[in-house]
């Protein structure tokens, strides 16, 4: 079963912190790289993060590198997205994904249904 459900988004002043969860099936889990996209209004969907199966490699996008983090628990087949210091041009549409394979390069197959996060100044 391909499953991917997002949570954890929401409303903060810009500065704040949020963190989000992206809880997988088996399917979409085990064996297989990770990342977070986001889509702001009237903005191509764009790469955030990405996170290798082993969680020995990860990579972030120059916009967000030193205040977002991408990190995964295995044992509950769970990626999460630390967020710090948000800024309003943060505000979009988050979205998990996962690709078949343990490295985070290439095209992503499976997507959750995404979760919003709003920084307002």
């Known amino acids: 079963q391909v499953r991917l459900v997002e949570s954890g988004g929401g409303s903060v002043q810009a500065g704040g912190s949020l963190r989000l969860s992206c809880a997988a099936s088996r399917r979409t889990f085990n064996g297989n790289a990770m990342g977070w996209f986001r889509q702001a209004p009237g903005k191509e969907r764009e790469f955030v993060a990405a996170?290798?199966?082993?969680?020995?490699?990860?990579f972030h996008a120059d916009s967000v590198k030193g205040r977002f983090t991408i990190s995964k628990d295995n044992a509950r087949s769970t990626v999460y997205l630390q967020m710090n210091r948000l800024k309003p041009e943060d505000t979009a549409v988050h979205y998990c994904?996962?690709?078949?394979?343990?490295?985070?390069?290439?095209?992503?197959?499976?997507w959750g249904q995404g979760t919003q996060v709003i920084a307002f100044s």
């Open positions: 996170i290798s199966w082993s969680g020995d490699s990860t």
């Open positions: 994904a996962s690709r078949d394979g343990e490295t985070w390069r290439g095209r992503f197959e499976y």
